[in-house]
Nanobody
Framework: QVQLVESGGGLVQPGGSLRLSCAAS????????MGWYRQAPGKQRELVAD???????NYADSVKGRFTIGRDNAKNTVYLQMNSLKPEDTAVYYC???????????????????WGQGTQVTVSS
């Protein structure tokens, strides 16, 4: 079992920055891919970025050049540095983890094994 807890969300003005953190606990040695997803009211949950234990990563086109995903395997933590935030970035951000269970990278949303509770990010002037 893996538990994920997100933190770092909040209210920020357009153009501002936030850094989200996701701390994993439990059987963290089994985690292969960790990802950040977000969901705005009335919209489907969408991929923001993900990263493998080896450091491979990918980003949604809408956040490329603005967001950076990082992972500290020793601390069992994944980060999402969000810069140049836009109102369209407003959403609940979720951390997800995929274990070494036979899935191949890139991991699809439905393949993730564990999800955090989410943290609210609001970008507004």
């Amino acid at each position: 079992q893996v538990q994920l807890v997100e933190s770092g969300g909040g209210l920020v003005q357009p153009g501002g920055s936030l850094r989200l953190s996701c701390a994993a606990s439990g059987r963290t040695f089994s985690i292969y891919v960790m990802g950040w997803y977000r969901q705005a009211p009335g919209k489907q949950r969408e991929l923001v970025a993900d990263i493998t234990s080896g450091g491979s990563s990918n980003y949604a086109d809408s956040v490329k050049g603005r967001f950076t995903i990082g992972r500290d395997n020793a601390k069992n933590t994944v980060y999402l540095q969000m810069n140049s935030l836009k109102p369209e970035d407003t959403a609940v951000y979720y951390c997800a983890a995929d274990t070494y269970s036979g899935n191949y990278y890139p991991i699809r949303e439905y393949e993730y094994d564990y999800w955090g509770q989410g943290t609210q990010v609001t970008v507004s002037s």
